[in-house]
Structure formats: structure tokens, C-alpha cells
């Protein structure tokens, strides 16, 4: 497998400009930039909050980068330490230097990392790609995730036609003008597309090729050793899978995780319903009483 990286400098150069000035309009108050190497390449890790407590591990989804939680940082760091991570082989600050095949490999990746930044107990929050990776990490090297709160996460269901419809027509629709995408946001099932700042970082990726395996199912025995505090928040409408069944299936093979529909919600659900998201968040963290 070859690795994600930009097709050309110019291409690069462009994001690398466009990432930066993101970080200045977006991130609220102080953060720490690290960069942490790993086998698989170097990972960018903003961390903020408080020095002491469980920290909470961000995670975001494929084509994403720390800055998806943007919105999220300033209450999520107010009582805690909050690690914002640029996933190595996604559109971000970090550089990848090896393949990631599958989803041990991605485990390994986040493994190294978590022991390289000193987290024995980390609360890993994973959105979408990002949860997918948070649950492969979980069942490889349990003991490390004190706990799980996952948006949306892929890897439960097959994905099928109408997911790739949603995100083709998201895109198109993230490149309509301005005074457009509400109403397309609308149309398209995507609230994600209304924040101006992210698509303009997005469009700035374009020259970005991503060479990340696909968010494979996991099959019931994985499911079945999730041994950790975990809450599945599921968007209601969500194009990535039929929520009611994946809800049935989690129910199934993991009885002691929390499953939560979120109403009237889709796929962009930190965008969507961000108050159910931040509650979600906020109160897997309060359970472990950090």
C-alpha cells in the first residue's frame, strides 16, 4: 500500500496556509502544538485544558483533522486536558511515512501514540472514521481506553449506495456558493457543509491523496470484547447506516454499552445536534470521575 500525502508542493503549501490560518479563527484560548513520532509517521496533537485529569482523546473523521471539534474545545477543556489529534494519513499537520493496512494497523498507530504522549487511561472520542479506529484500538490493546463515547462511528453496518450519495453530493454541495448552502445543507442531509471556515480548508485539500483502508465491518466476536465504558451516539437519519438495527446489534453483542438514537439527526452529527454530542462527551467523562 502506498502512503496519504499531497501530489505536489504547491498543493501542500496551499493546505499547510489554509490549516494555519483555520487554527487562528477557530481554536479558542491557548493549545500546546506536539508532534509525536510514531512507526507509521509523525502525528500533530493540539492539547489544551488542565495538566491533571483522564484526558480526552479527539478523534475525527476520514477527510478530517483536529479542527472538526473546534466548536467542542472550549467546554470540553474547561475542567479537562483535551487532545486534539490530526489522524496520520488524513488532510492535516501530520505526515505519514509507512502504510496503514487495516484496522490493527491503525490500532498500532493510536497505541504508539497514546504511549508516547503518557496516557495510561485515555477517553477516546471518535467520530464516524475516527470512532472506527477508537473501537479496533479498544479490542487490540484493552486497558488503555479508560472509556468511549462514539459519534456515529463507522465499522457496524455494511456501507452501502446511499452513503457515497451523501457524501458526492455533500461535496458538490460544499462547493455551491455561500448564500446557497443553507438551503443545500437542507437538501443534501449535511449540516457540516455550513461551516465556512472547514470547507474552505476542505476545498484547500483537494490536492490531498488519501490512501487509508476502508472502515471495514466488525464482526460480532470483536464487538462482543468491548470491555470498556462506551457510549454509541447514533444519528437518527444517519446515511451511513440504518441506526434502529445497528442500535438492535450493539444491544446484542455488547449489552453494557449505552446506545443513544439521537432524533432528527444524520451523519454530521457533532454538527447537527452538538448538545447532545457535548452532553454525551461531558458525561461519559463525569462517570469516570475525572
Known amino acids: ?30 493549545r500546546t502544538p506536539l508532534d509525536v513520532p510514531t512507526r507509521f509517521g509523525t502525528t500533530r496533537v493540539h492539547r489544551t485544558g488542565p495538566d ?7 478523534l475525527p473523521g476520514s477527510g478530517g483533522n483536529a479542527l472538526m471539534w473546534h466548536a467542542y474545545i472550549e467546554r470540553l477543556a474547561a475542567h479537562h486536558p483535551v487532545l486534539a489529534v ?13 502504510p496503514i493496512s487495516d484496522g490493527h494497523d491503525a490500532a498500532d498507530w493510536l497505541e504508539e501514540l497514546l504511549a508516547a ?3 495510561p487511561a485515555a477517553h477516546l ?7 472506527w479506529i477508537a473501537l479496533h484500538h479498544q479490542i ?34 460544499a462547493l455551491a456558493p455561500r448564500p446557497l448552502r443553507p438551503r ?26 488519501r490512501r487509508l483502508p476502508p472502515a471495514t465491518t466488525l464482526g460480532d466476536e470483536q464487538l462482543s470484547r468491548l470491555s470498556t465504558p462506551a457510549l454509541f451516539l447514533l444519528g437518527e437519519r444517519s446515511a451511513l447506516h440504518d441506526a434502529t438495527a445497528v442500535s438492535e446489534r450493539l444491544h446484542r453483542l455488547a449489552p453494557a454499552a449505552r446506545v443513544e438514537v439521537v432524533p432528527g439527526a444524520g451523519h454530521a452529527l457533532p454538527t447537527d445536534d452538538p448538545a447532545a454530542v457535548l452532553a454525551g462527551i461531558l458525561g461519559m467523562a463525569a462517570q469516570q470521575g475525572d
Open 1 to 30: 500500500m502506498r502512503i496519504s500525502e499531497f501530489k505536489n508542493g504547491k498543493a501542500e503549501s496551499r493546505f499547510r496556509t489554509a490549516y494555519e490560518h483555520a487554527l487562528t479563527q477557530l481554536w479558542p484560548g491557548p
Open 184 to 209: 443545500l445543507a437542507k437538501a443534501v442531509d449535511n449540516s457540516a457543509i455550513l461551516d465556512t471556515e472547514l470547507m474552505v480548508l476542505m476545498r484547500a485539500s483537494m490536492g490531498f491523496r
Open 125 to 131: 472520542v471518535g467520530c464516524s472514521y475516527g470512532g
Open 86 to 98: 490530526d489522524t496520520v494519513g488524513e488532510p492535516g499537520a501530520s505526515v505519514q511515512s509507512a
Open 52 to 58: 491533571h485529569g483522564q484526558p480526552i482523546v479527539l
Open 140 to 173: 487490540r490493546h484493552p486497558g488503555r481506553t479508560a472509556a468511549l463515547t462514539l459519534v456515529d462511528p463507522a465499522g457496524l453496518a455494511d456501507v452501502g449506495r446511499r452513503f457515497y450519495t451523501w457524501l458526492i453530493l455533500g461535496g458538490l454541495a
Open 117 to 119: 504522549l503518557d496516557v
